[in-house]
């Protein structure tokens, strides 16, 4: 059974891995409440949520399995050594959980607040079907063979490919619209630092292990958080630099369309003259 060696890094390792959970976990908090003050969605990618359910739904599978289970444990420590350290800790099961609950909560706003012209898009309800009949063969072929690592690993594969894909539809809507009204990003930066130092964590694990087993044995949460940092930075990227809130005049945001007045200042002045 692996211990740590140097009781430092075990604190450090622990206190990463919580600010990583708290950073995560209160990610989902300012779209929540963008969205309940706004009573709107217009601005949020539904694609976006749709997938993300997903994508935490199969990151919970796959964290609660490996986490909980002694049979898993063992499969995982038979593949890559007895001394290895099991690659998912506390918060990574307290985050999955608080994930998927919020992201509910998310898709629940989408069904009763303002949607505009918004609507989830065939392809995204396709990919969605898809991953989960995906991963039913898999627990067909794991069966017969007791393949649970292997079919926890598909699980924490598809969440890595829905992490991708995840992002994708709101950079683009981001672009299309030419700005960034209705996307909340305090959701990003709280997700740049849950990236961060969930990248920080495996690290700090694999320094004190002399040991690099811990990245590509959990390849998962190693391209979660990469995958994470890349996405976050390139909305920090449209929010502050490309599409500036300040700058509305070329928004084609509805709620801020609906906000100008027909006629400048001008022009009713003029018409008030005539």
Known sequence: ??????????????????????????SFYPQVILNFRRKSVVGLNFDFVVLNLTKHSSYLIYNASMFFSSVVQKQYREKYGLNEMIPVAANDVAFSIHAVLLTAVTLFQIAIYDRG????????????????????????????????????????????????IKYIPQAIMNFQR???????????????????T????????????????????NIGKTLLSLVSIFFDIL??????????????????????????????????????DV
């Open 117 to 164: 012209n918004q609507k989830v898009s065939k392809t995204s309800v396709g990919i969605v079907c898809v991953s989960w009949l995906t991963v039913a063969v898999c627990v067909f072929i794991a069966l017969p063979r007791h393949s649970w690592l292997w079919l926890i690993s598909c699980f924490n594969t598809l969440q890595v490919v829905m992490t991708v």
């Open 178 to 196: 030419k700005s960034t009204i209705g996307f909340s990003i305090g959701n990003i930066l709280l997700d740049l630092l849950g990236g961060v």
């Open 198 to 217: 969930n990248y920080g964590q495996m690290a700090v694990q694999s320094i004190d292990q002399n040991s690099w087993v811990n990245f590509y044995g």
């Open 1 to 26: 059974m692996a211990s740590w060696n140097s009781i430092p890094l075990e604190v450090l390792y622990n206190t990463l891995g919580w600010i990583a959970f708290f950073s995560w976990s209160i």
């Open 235 to 272: 909305f920090i990227l449209q929010h502050y630099v490309l599409y500036p809130a300040w700058n509305v005049g070329t928004s084609r945001d509805v709620d801020v369309i609906g906000k100008k007045p027909l006629l400048k200042t001008s022009d009713h002045e003029n018409k008030e």
